[in-house]
Structure formats: structure tokens, C-alpha cells
């Protein structure tokens, strides 16, 4: 069936190193979303990818979406333990009308 | 403006009753997905409505049901809850009909003993 995979599934880093999180579907992709979902929390959405080989920049975060438009990554430039969560990608198939199909998540703990 | 908002925060029944999970979408929204996180996991998709009608069904038995209201509220249902239901229920609204980005509100938590 339709699957995102989404690796690693936990990383543990010191505060200020960077990290990243990749995301990859076996279909192609009319966009993908990215949410944080701190413990306790709900997913928060961050942003949205559409085009193909898109970079978006929030802040100290960098969010790309392959040429193919079927993986994509988010990347933290010198983490703080406010980035403590659980990032996950979830994607739109092209042939879908809103169905999001959810990575399983990767959990960063930032160590201070 | 009001997020999505849901009710109730937290629910514990027994196995083999019936629940009732309620979503208000945020204002301007017309598109309501339900979503069931089990401890550890993504977000797996249940159904999605749009102009009170389910448009998209996920991989859930029959026992889970839905309906969308004219002011775009919905509620999920679940009959002959068992153990493995015990989850963290998500409703997401988006505008246009669900390719775009949804917000999520803050579940409900289903506990089945």
C-alpha cells in the first residue's frame, strides 16, 4: 500500500549541534506537510511543500522536497531544547482528494 | 478566531460501548478529516467529510462511522469499542476540500478497558 517512511526514528543531540530528519514515499506526492507534535501536544503544522524540488526556510529550520516529489527532509541548524518533539511528514498523493499519509515520526531530545 | 476545537478531552469506556466524538472546525473550514494516533505512531488516517457527505474512507472496519453537520461540525463514532481502539482521536479541518493544509485540533483521548 501507500507508505511514507521517515528516518531515524530517534535522535539524540547536544544543544547547538544540527539535526535532520528524512522522509520518503513509494508514490509520487502532490505535496507534503510538516508537523511538530510536542509530548502531551497535538501535531502543530509548520509548512507545506509543492513544487518539485522546493526549499523553504523558517528561522533556523530548512524544509525540502526532492525533484521527484517523492521524499523530502527537514533540517535544524544548532537546536535548542525548545526543538524538543516529534517531527513528522505526511503526504497528499497526487491522485488523492486530502487523504494525509503520516511518516511515523522522528523524536528528537536536545541535551543542554 | 477559534482553532479547531474538540470534545471531550478525555473519554474511558469498557470494551463492547459505543462513543460519540465530537469536532468543530476553525472558522472558514469546510473539510473535516478524523485521524487515530496510536502511543508511538503517526497519525493514521479514518475518513474525511466535505458537504456533509464522507468523501475518503482510511482502513478502518464499518464500526467507526461519522457524519458532518450544515455549519460543518462533525462527529466520529465508534461501536463495539475493543481494547486496541485506546488512542489519541484527531480532527483536522482544511478549506476547499482537503488538499490543503489542515489544522489539527487538541484529540481526544480514548481509553477502552
Known amino acids: 500500500g501507500q507508505q511514507v517512511m521517515q528516518i531515524p526514528q530517534y535522535q539524540h543531540v547536544q544543544e547547538g549541534e544540527d539535526f535532520t530528519t528524512y522522509c520518503n514515499s513509494s508514490t509520487t506526492l502532490s505535496n507534503i506537510q510538516w508537523y511538530k507534535q510536542r509530548p502531551g501536544g497535538h501535531p502543530v503544522f509548520l509548512i507545506q511543500l509543492v513544487k518539485s524540488g522546493e526549499v523553504k526556510k523558517q528561522k533556523r529550520l530548512t524544509f525540502q522536497f526532492g525533484e521527484a516529489k517523492k521524499n523530502s527532509s527537514l533540517h535544524i541548524t544548532a537546536t535548542q531544547t525548545t526543538d524538543v518533539g516529534t517531527y513528522f511528514c505526511?503526504?497528499?498523493?497526487?491522485?488523492?482528494?486530502?487523504?494525509?499519509?503520516f511518516g511515523q515520526g522522528t523524536t528528537l531530545q536536545v541535551k543542554p | 478566531d477559534a482553532g479547531v476545537t474538540q470534545s471531550p478531552t478525555h473519554l474511558i469506556k469498557t470494551r463492547g460501548q459505543q462513543v460519540t466524538l465530537r469536532c468543530s472546525p476553525k472558522s472558514g473550514h469546510d473539510t473535516v478529516s478524523w485521524y487515530q494516533q496510536a502511543l508511538g505512531q503517526g497519525p493514521q488516517f479514518i475518513f474525511q467529510y466535505y458537504e456533509e457527505e464522507e468523501r475518503q474512507r482510511g482502513n478502518f472496519p464499518d464500526r467507526f462511522s461519522g457524519h458532518q453537520f450544515p455549519n460543518y461540525s462533525s462527529e466520529l463514532n465508534v461501536n463495539a469499542l475493543l481494547l486496541g481502539d485506546s488512542a489519541l482521536y484527531l480532527c483536522a479541518s482544511s478549506p476547499g476540500g482537503g488538499r490543503n493544509t489542515q489544522y489539527f485540533g487538541p484529540g481526544t483521548r480514548l481509553t477502552v478497558l
Open positions: 505526511a503526504g497528499i498523493l497526487s491522485s488523492n482528494t486530502g487523504k494525509l499519509i
